[in-house]
């Protein structure tokens, strides 16, 4: 067993070689980008220098110079008057080899990416955003390994990056936590399409269904052309027709919740007999639960006093409540205020 003082002493080593690390992929970075301008070269010997770049000459005055005499002709370029010429690409051995480097920029860009996302995810499972406990019942496929790892090095947005961080930090604390769809799904997500989501996210309860409060959901940009879009993207149902219904029964002594994506809950429970509540909703799919999960929203106040009222009115008795999950679907609760 470490000592408090080890545990402080390995974990600030840590977060120092992680911020050395960050700080070599950011110089890097700024070497391929020059490398990729032409700003700089790669010379024989590996170093990297400055590109030549040719001295402007006047052009010559056509009655010569000022003393009369015959403009003096320019000088002839060669690859011997500058140290860090450029190679010229005519030859097939410039091209092979201008090619490789091309190559090699792209593997080095991909790299520093993956590296970037690696220590997002270490960043994540040390503040504990992931919430999951329990252990994993098994290891992350070997597909699901070399999916996510080609998603992660072809993205380079931060915002797209912490992505992909949350997917690993969720799968390592939870095997199957994401299915390969996912991968799939956050690998051709749009800005327009992880706005929407972005948008929906702060109403999911439970993370398996929304309220249908039009008011509410139009106020916050989810009107009916929007929810369309979401789904066809595939992560909600039952926007079009007579809807869907969220049911359930409420039988004393127990609370039942109603949980949000920040540990904000609705606790409501019966003080006489059974009491069946219906919600019209909006169901989310599996793709949408999990591409929900990937984010830390909080619910709007009018959603919550507008689900509160409804309860109300079932004769419910209705409280706030904090809660923390369990890692077996239920929830501790830590405190409870009135509503």
Known sequence: MLSPTQIRREGKARAEVRRHEALSDAQTRLDVEDLLAGRRVLTDSGKLVAAYTPPARPLPSPSGSASGDAPNPPAPTTQASSPHHVMPIEDTVGLVRWARMGEDLKAATQLMNLRSVVRMAEDELDSGTNTSTSEPKSEASEDWIFQWREGAERTSSEDMQRLWARLLAGEVKQSGSFSLRTLSFVRTLDQYDAQLIARLAPFS?????IAKYEAILGAA????????????????IGIGGIGMRWRTDVTPPGPSLYVFHDNQAIRYESDSGTVRVEQPSMPLTRLGQEVLKLG??????????????????????????????????????????PL
């Open 205 to 209: 309860i439970q993370g398996g269904w």
């Open 221 to 236: 940009g989810l009107g009916f052309r929007e929810l369309q879009h979401l789904e066809d993207l595939g992560l909600i």
């Open 296 to 337: 830390s929203f909080t619910a709007p106040a009018a959603y919550i006093q507008a689900l509160a009222d409804d309860l109300k009115q079932k004769g419910l008795r209705v409280s706030r409540s904090v809660v923390e999950p369990t890692g077996d679907g239920a929830f501790f609760i830590v405190s409870t205020s």
